[in-house]
């Protein structure tokens, strides 16, 4: 097995380079793809452009963690061809080799992938359902002499995630991928992988501003009760986010093996933009696209990852010679609160390295009107955990990644119960019209107090606020050179209950 790189260790070799995230070496990438845990690896395949760094050539290419934050990249693992591009997909442990694929006692992992046929192929113009398989545990690929294996003559049908669904006497797989043009979920069964049969439709609901793209289907329980399961479905939608461009939507309720039902549908489908702050969102921040979760996580562990970035500027940012980050790994629950069920992330990396050394800290601090440097408590890769209590001033926060005045702001307005991130001054914004922007997300305060948690890593910020409830995650290019951290107040003043900061690199 070759290896090519691992990111923590390249990570000093540009200012823009995460420390903690993925990034393929000198290659563009985005959504991520067949996610699964095993053989003790975390396996990250991922839309990958072999050949340069912007979009194109699609192939899948291939990490392995077994932290989470440490990743080695690995050979091409499904390339494209004068046929095909490879689009996004799954992968499953066939276990009981219900395909077929396997080979003495070699249980085969099956990719489920989509198929974007090329002009002059023999299905030219559609998207179809192909599989490849591995036997020796994710590295080495073959495709099916018998793609694809599901094609409804459709140009827009893609982005298959496959499940086993064990409820009733028997299991079977579960296909959900889309119509992205139509807005909707399709969900098919399968005993073998190869033939399908058509289970239900869901949507056109919620967010329909752009396609629908990359959905996933997964139970979670409520509170930890494994008694009490919901289902939740996240449908990736570009453009149309809440705050511009990509971004992803999700729907709690009931799967019973056929249709899902959704508790949280709130109209039937609307490209009202001023609706899109009723909706459930993954992540409200600009830069978390194509979310989907592992298979066979130890543990039952729901775990998600985003594309960091956002088609409006994808292929603009200003990195080199690699393109694109992925999220942080996030672990998903179901909490209920006020009557209602509340999706909850938080980092799932190792939390030894993520709670890093404390470098600096503060309580019960009022912060007076303006802007005040910390003194040692300067970084590029940090951690932050603060709590406010808000006073007379109308907005209140951080300011990240900062040379004196400017840097990247994170901060909470109370009188309007928004959490915001404003990259207007966050460094490099000149490479497209829309980066440099103010984005918002709805924030309730807990106990009169706002809490969060940021992760700040070279060329990103992810927050998670009030313990994961609502998350915000976004891109930043600032100056390598710029690396203070100070707190702000505008028109009057705000409480510091707490904070702490830790250096992760
Ligand atoms: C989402 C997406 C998918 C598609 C892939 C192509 O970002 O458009 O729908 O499979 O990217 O790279």
């Not at 991928?177 to 190869?194: C, G, H, M, R, W």
């Not at 309730?444 to 994961?468: I, M, P, R, W």
């Amino acid at each position: 097995m070759e290896t090519l790189t691992s990111t923590r260790t390249a990570a000093t070799a540009d200012s823009y380079r995460p420390a903690l995230h993925y990034t393929a070496k000198d290659t563009w990438l985005n959504d991520p793809n067949g996610l699964i845990f095993h053989d003790g690896l975390y396996h990250l395949y991922y839309q990958n452009n072999p050949l340069g760094n912007t979009w194109g050539n699609m192939s899948w290419g291939h990490a392995t963690s077994a932290d989470l934050l440490t990743w080695t990249e690995h050979p091409v693992a499904i390339a494209c061809d004068e046929d095909e591009d490879i689009f996004s997909g799954s992968v499953v442990y066939d276990r009981h080799n219900t395909s077929g694929f396997g080979s003495g006692s070699a249980a085969p992992l099956v990719a489920i992938y989509t198929s974007a046929f090329k002009t002059g192929s023999l299905h030219e113009g559609v998207q179809a359902q192909s599989l490849a398989y591995s036997l020796d545990g994710g590295y080495a690929w073959t495709k099916h002499a018998g793609n694809p294996v599901l094609s409804r003559g459709s140009a827009e049908f893609r982005d298959p995630k496959v499940f086993r669904y064990d409820g009733g006497t028997q299991g079977y797989w579960v296909m959900v991928a889309v119509e992205a043009t139509d807005f909707q979920v399709v969900l098919y069964k399968s005993e073998d992988l190869k033939n399908w049969e058509l289970l239900s439709t869901f949507g056109p609901a919620n967010a329909t501003g752009g396609v629908w793209e990359c959905p996933d289907l997964f139970p979670l329980p409520v509170d930890g009760d494994p008694e009490n399961l919901k289902w939740v479905l996240t449908v990736n939608l570009n453009p149309g986010g809440p705050n511009n461009g990509s971004a992803g939507q999700y729907f709690i309720g009931d799967f019973d093996g056929t249709t899902f039902t959704s508790a949280s549908t709130v109209t039937e489908g609307t490209q009202d933009p001023g609706r899109l702050g009723e909706y459930r969102w993954l992540d409200w921040g600009r830069d978390y696209y194509a979310a989907v979760s592992f298979g066979d996580a130890p543990g039952n562990r729901r775990l998600m990852v985003g594309w960091m970035n956002n088609w409006e500027y994808a292929n603009d940012i200003p990195t080199a010679p690699w393109r694109s980050p992925m999220s942080l790994v996030r672990e998903m629950s179901l909490q209920a609160k006020a009557g209602d069920l509340c999706l909850v992330q938080q980092p799932a990396g190792d939390l030894t390295v993520l709670a890093g050394p404390e470098s600096f800290s503060l309580s019960a601090e009022t912060i007076d009107a303006g802007v005040q440097v910390l003194a040692g408590a300067a970084g590029t890769v940090q951690r932050i955990d603060v709590s406010f209590t808000p006073g007379s001033a109308e907005e209140f926060g951080l300011i990240l990644r900062g040379d004196g005045t400017k840097g990247t702001r994170v901060g909470i307005r109370p009188g309007l119960a928004t959490l915001f991130v404003d990259r207007r001054e966050s460094g490099r914004t000149d490479f497209h019209p829309s980066f440099g922007s103010i984005d918002t997300a709805p924030i309730v305060a807990a106990n009169g107090c706002y809490h969060l948690t940021v992760f700040v890593d070279h060329c990103s910020v992810e927050v998670f606020a009030q313990d994961g409830q609502v998350t915000m995650t976004e891109l930043i290019f600032p100056a390598g050179t710029s690396n203070e951290l100070a707190v702000f107040a505008t028109g009057g003043t705000a409480t510091i209950n707490s904070m702490r900061v830790a250096q992760l690199a």
